[in-house]
């Protein structure tokens, strides 16, 4: 089992910047690829960032690509992802995600956190 805590959200007025970070038990983060999604009022999940297990490798949602920056610190069991020029539109309840075996970053998480909610005012 993993269990996965975020922290960070708050409310920010746009073209701001907030960082979130996800803590993560267990003795293997390492091994996982982990992800964060959001999902905003009456609408699905949505994929935003993913980071592989070493850090070497990271992929984005085109919404997000040039403002926002995944990385992972694995001596401290985190994920992080920063986010910079937010807008009205990245509103959201932001998840992080664990991946134990897969092939796509987008899809085919294994654990999930709780949330942590992202207001961006105009």
């Known amino acids: 089992q993993v269990q996965l805590v975020e922290s960070g959200g708050g409310l920010v007025q746009a073209g701001g910047s907030l960082r979130l970070s996800c803590a993560a038990s267990?003795?293997?983060?390492?091994?996982?690829?982990m992800g964060w999604f959001r999902q905003a009022p009456g609408k699905e999940r949505e994929f935003v960032a993913a980071v592989s297990g070493s850090g070497a490798r990271t992929y984005y949602a085109d919404s997000v690509k040039g403002r926002f920056t995944i990385s992972r610190d694995n001596a401290k069991n985190t994920v992080y992802l920063q986010m910079n020029s937010l807008q009205p539109e990245d509103t959201a309840v932001y998840y992080c995600?664990?991946?134990?075996?897969?092939?796509?970053?987008?899809?085919?998480?294994?654990?999930w956190g709780q949330g942590t909610q992202v207001t961006v005012s105009s």
């Open positions: 995600a664990a991946q134990v075996l897969g092939s796509s970053y987008s899809t085919g998480y294994d654990y």
């Open positions: 267990g003795r293997t983060f390492s091994s996982y690829a």
